[in-house]
């Protein structure tokens, strides 16, 4: 009788719940995961239901966890939130099932090239491109005014830090997870004309010890002499907060961020400040995988499709800022009836830089790490040579 029941019920129960329930691990989106979810679990009448899972907020800590649970071939995982920035990594590894190629243009249709690009890897789409932000200058009330910056034109880091030293205004970067200074690192050099890193191989070039690298050297360096801010911090929206806040260098998804809830209302915006003469943004997103030994891939790339769908694409942009990797997107009546940044997000989002797409840029950014802190110590006469052969040495495998 005990076996006959446990057939009948629990066991059953157990089968049932195996078959229909999708795990959605989800990183520090701003994005309500729950919401979502809930829409496309009632959208599926009954093929499947959604549940949150949740990843590290450390993007360290979030990396470790998945390279760990990917590798050991864990089943647990049916979809995937996955940084854009590990999206070679986890693709070169093959720990990313292939997307269906009749999803592949559905997937990849009217995408921005930067969150294309970033979702593509050895020629093939890897993830579904979900939502991908640039960063944007923020500021308070009339602050930028009374600093004496046209917002309407390109503002350059020297103008921008001249301007708050008048005022006695701060000028905060947000790092929200720890990867704010390599993606901070990575924009400037684009912005002097340069790349990082180009190419997926051992032998990409690096381009730091070069005349863009010591301009981005010389940034970091005017920034931390006039002592507006810390760098690249997780107390940046606190700060920014602040009596003395004034500008605050942020993804455009952060005005919903409830740290700012007292000051959101009073917040203005403008593009990235300049190096040169054009506004390069750092851009950074999420792309929506299946990992390869998930195993209910078909009802998971349904799930995907669901949260890919325009209504998803356009909730995710009104209720909360993010920026949806699909151009049309910004189209959305509820979009441009809610998301007023978009003059200036759709125009970063094309001029913009993400990190480079290389299998090797977790290794990457730890050399950027170790050689662009502390802040005091960053020269352009010195800095952008050796930050080079450490990233060198961390594409090639070796000890710098």
Same mark, same amino acid.
Request: net charge negative; charged share 20%; proline share 7%.
């Given at each position: 009788?005990?076996?006959?029941?446990?057939?009948?019920? !629990?066991? =059953?129960? !157990?089968?049932?719940?195996?078959?229909?329930?999708?795990?959605?691990?989800?990183?520090?989106?701003?994005?309500?995961?729950?919401?979502?979810?809930?829409?496309?679990?009632?959208?599926?009448?009954?093929?499947?239901?959604?549940?949150?899972?949740?990843?590290?907020?450390?993007? &360290?800590?979030? &990396?470790?966890?998945?390279?760990?649970?990917?590798?050991?071939? #864990?089943?647990?995982?049916?979809?995937?939130?996955?940084?854009?920035?590990?999206?070679?990594? /986890?693709?070169?590894?093959?720990?990313?099932?292939?997307?269906?190629?009749?999803?592949?243009?559905?997937?990849?249709?009217?995408? /921005?090239?930067?969150?294309?690009?970033?979702?593509?890897?050895?020629?093939?789409?890897?993830?579904?491109?979900?939502?991908? #932000?640039?960063?944007?200058?923020?500021?308070?009330?009339?602050?930028?005014?009374?600093?004496?910056?046209?917002?309407?034109?390109?503002?350059?880091?020297?103008?921008?830090?001249? =301007?708050?030293?008048?005022?006695?205004?701060?000028?905060?970067?947000?790092?929200?997870?720890?990867?704010?200074?390599?993606?901070?690192?990575?924009?400037?050099?684009?912005?002097?004309?340069?790349?990082?890193?180009?190419?997926?191989? %051992?032998?990409?070039?690096?381009?730091?010890?070069? #005349? $863009?690298?010591? $301009?981005?050297?010389?940034?970091?360096?005017?920034? %931390?002499?006039? %002592?507006?801010? @810390?760098?690249?911090?997780?107390?940046?929206?606190?700060? /920014?907060?602040?009596?003395?806040?004034?500008?605050?260098?942020?993804?455009?998804?952060?005005?919903?961020?409830?740290?700012?809830?007292?000051?959101?209302?009073?917040?203005?915006?403008?593009?990235?400040?300049?190096?040169?003469?054009?506004?390069?943004?750092?851009?950074?997103?999420?792309?929506?995988?299946?990992?390869?030994?998930? @195993?209910?891939?078909?009802?998971?790339?349904? !799930?995907?499709?669901?949260?890919?769908?325009?209504?998803?694409?356009?909730?995710?942009?009104?209720?909360?800022?993010?920026?949806?990797?699909?151009?049309?997107?910004? $189209?959305?009546?509820?979009?441009?009836?809610?998301?007023?940044?978009?003059?200036?997000?759709?125009?970063?989002?094309?001029?913009?830089?993400?990190?480079?797409?290389?299998?090797?840029?977790?290794?990457?950014?730890?050399?950027?790490?170790?050689?662009?802190?502390?802040?005091?110590?960053?020269?352009?006469?010195?800095?952008?040579?050796?930050?080079?052969?450490?990233?060198?040495?961390?594409?090639?495998?070796?000890?710098?």
């Amino acid at each position: 009788m005990a076996l006959s029941w446990c057939v009948l019920t !629990a066991c =059953g129960s !157990a089968g049932a719940r195996s078959a229909s329930v999708l795990d959605w691990y989800v990183g520090p989106d701003r994005a309500d995961a729950a919401a979502l979810a809930r829409a496309c679990t009632e959208a599926s009448n009954g093929d499947y239901s959604i549940r949150i899972r949740r990843l590290p907020v450390d993007v &360290h800590d979030r &990396h470790t966890t998945l390279v760990r649970r990917l590798a050991a071939k #864990d089943t647990s995982i049916d979809i995937l939130s996955l940084d854009s920035a590990f999206t070679a990594e /986890f693709s070169a590894a093959r720990f990313l099932a292939p997307v269906p190629e009749n999803l592949v243009p559905v997937f990849g249709k009217d995408v /921005f090239p930067a969150a294309l690009a970033a979702a593509t890897y050895d020629g093939q789409l890897a993830v579904a491109p979900w939502w991908f #932000d640039p960063q944007l200058l923020w500021y308070r009330g009339n602050v930028a005014e009374r600093a004496g910056l046209d917002t309407t034109k390109p503002i350059s880091w020297e103008g921008l830090i001249a =301007g708050a030293e008048r005022l006695g205004v701060t000028v905060q970067i947000d790092d929200r997870d720890g990867s704010g200074l390599a993606q901070w690192v990575s924009a400037l050099v684009a912005g002097s004309g340069s790349a990082l890193v180009d190419g997926t191989g %051992r032998k990409a070039k690096v381009g730091l010890d070069s #005349d $863009a690298g010591r $301009a981005a050297a010389s940034v970091v360096e005017l920034y %931390r002499k006039s %002592r507006l801010g @810390p760098g690249p911090s997780t107390e940046a929206l606190k700060n /920014f907060a602040a009596p003395d806040g004034g500008f605050l260098l942020a993804p455009s998804s952060v005005v919903t961020d409830p740290q700012l809830a007292a000051v959101a209302a009073d917040m203005g915006w403008t593009a990235y400040p300049t190096v040169g003469l054009t506004s390069v943004a750092p851009l950074a997103g999420v792309g929506l995988a299946v990992p390869l030994y998930a @195993p209910r891939s078909t009802q998971s790339y349904k !799930a995907i499709s669901c949260l890919t769908s325009p209504t998803s694409l356009a909730s995710i942009m009104a209720d909360v800022g993010h920026s949806a990797s699909k151009l049309t997107t910004y $189209a959305d009546p509820a979009v441009t009836s809610s998301y007023p940044m978009a003059a200036v997000t759709k125009k970063a989002v094309q001029t913009g830089r993400a990190v480079p797409v290389t299998p090797y840029w977790n290794l990457v950014q730890d050399a950027i790490d170790e050689t662009w802190t502390p802040s005091a110590d960053v020269a352009p006469d010195q800095t952008p040579q050796t930050s080079q052969s450490a990233v060198r040495a961390a594409l090639e495998g070796r000890l710098p």
